[in-house]
């Protein structure tokens, strides 16, 4: 196909709703180059590395296909904030929302206005307290570094730079309360937080995942390294403030997002079922936020991929809430997952109907897609897009 007809396939469509859900399904426009490359999309999309999150190239043709400039658009479960970014960079005004801190965090980051000079001011106090801060004996009496799911915290660092990292674990846990300045810093400190290369704190581990670690312990100052990734980010953050709307993140249960409405169009992919556990996939970064031993046996309770296993009852509790914060016509667009044990759309097809008038569902072998290094991806054999639009 050459470049002229190819831009025009992937152009926005007019016809109705069904009709264009079924010209996205059947085109599947983010497959074409170079939004099919893993690495499109550039260096927000992976502020913070996340297992689990969407396909920026998905999220950039939802948005362009099925809102409009100057559109609120909600994603109340929004990981790291893929979706609402992609708002965002196309003149829609994205709001994110998540349960999770961790991914509160760095939508919060990708969204609302920060100030860069106090940027700095923040690393110089990290850095002081450090300087300042007690001896690794004196930290290890309060936090639990024989924790972990891959293996225990203290085996993934060299001893002086596990006493920075705990120091600075504190900071953000007692003393910094969440914002954009602060979580633009935190962000990124996550996301140095493991890695296999030499950005990292950590041993050899996975930068998505934190595998349990190889090879020697060394040494990694985490200022050095905090201020190498600020300096990639900062610019990028920076003028993405300059020429876009200003966005909005919450921490909250995807029923109770506390957002000002009506919406224009809530877009989501929920967490797929009997795929990953993002809680535990995401560990260390989610340790680094503040939970402990406890929070991992108590917290997972209040989220819906665990509850989802009892059956899709949250989700008519989600729609019941998405149609409350809709204007009177908006539209709910879910991306859903297939294992060979469920299918989500169609489980959850009655839960919204109450609510919504589904005007068209697609599905999407993804059984061949690549794997990241990772081997196991969960039991996900396809993905479905479920279009909906409010009732009255």
């Known amino acids: 196909m050459s ?32 939004f099919c490359r893993r690495n499109w999309g550039g260096i927000l999309h992976s502020l913070c590395s996340y297992q689990g999150k969407l396909k920026p190239s998905i999220a950039k043709f939802l ?3 099925f809102t409009e400039p100057g559109d609120r658009v909600l994603d109340p479960m929004a990981g790291v904030g893929t979706i609402p970014l992609e708002a965002r960079r196309q003149g829609r005004v994205g709001v994110g929302s998540d349960l999770s801190p961790l991914a509160a965090s760095v939508t919060r980051a990708k969204l609302e206005p920060f100030d860069p000079s106090a940027v700095a001011d923040l690393v110089a106090d990290l850095k002081g307290r450090i300087l300042e801060g007690p001896e690794l004996s004196e930290l290890t009496r309060e936090v639990d570094v024989d924790f972990g799911l891959n293996g225990p915290i203290r085996s993934y660092f060299h ?9 600075a674990r504190q900071a953000f846990k ?3 309360e969440p914002c954009p300045t602060r979580d633009v810093v935190f962000s990124s400190l996550l996301h140095i937080l493991h890695g296999n ?52 993140a919450y921490e ?51 989220y819906i991929d665990v509850q989802q296993r009892s059956g899709m009852g949250p ?6 809430a998405m149609h409350a914060m809709l204007r009177p016509d908006g539209l709910f667009i879910l991306h859903l997952g297939e294992t060979a044990r469920v299918n989500m759309a169609a489980a959850i097809r009655p839960e919204i109907d109450p609510w919504f008038e589904i005007a068209y569902t697609g599905r999407e072998n993804v059984e061949d897609t690549e794997t990241h ?9 396809a993905h479905w897009y479920l279009f909906a639009r409010r009732r009255p």
Request: hydrophobic content about 35%.
């Open 315 to 320: 989700y008519r509790e989600l729609a019941r």
């Open 252 to 302: 909250a249960d995807c029923r109770e997002v506390p957002v000002r409405c009506p919406v224009d169009a809530v877009i989501t992919s929920p967490p797929f079922a009997r795929s990953l556990r993002f809680w535990s996939s995401n560990w260390l970064r989610l340790w680094f936020t503040g939970w402990d031993r406890h929070d991992f046996d108590t917290e997972p309770q209040r």
């Open 63 to 65: 948005i362009e296909w």
């Open 197 to 248: 290369r030499p950005y990292a704190l950590s041993r050899r581990s996975h930068p998505v995942t934190p595998l349990a670690p190889s090879g020697p312990f060394e040494y990694r100052g985490v200022i050095e390294r905090l201020e190498t990734r600020l300096a990639r980010v900062l610019p990028e953050l920076e003028g993405l403030a300059s020429g876009s709307l200003d966005g909005e």
């Open 174 to 176: 007692e003393d910094l």
């Open 3 to 34: 470049q002229l007809s190819l831009l025009d396939a992937i152009a926005v469509p007019h016809g109705d709703l069904a009709e264009r859900a079924s010209r996205f399904c059947g085109l599947a426009p983010y497959k074409s180059e170079p």
């Open 373 to 381: 290094g990772l081997r196991d991806k969960g039991a996900t054999v």
């Open 159 to 167: 001893e002086d730079t596990l006493r920075e990292v705990l120091i």
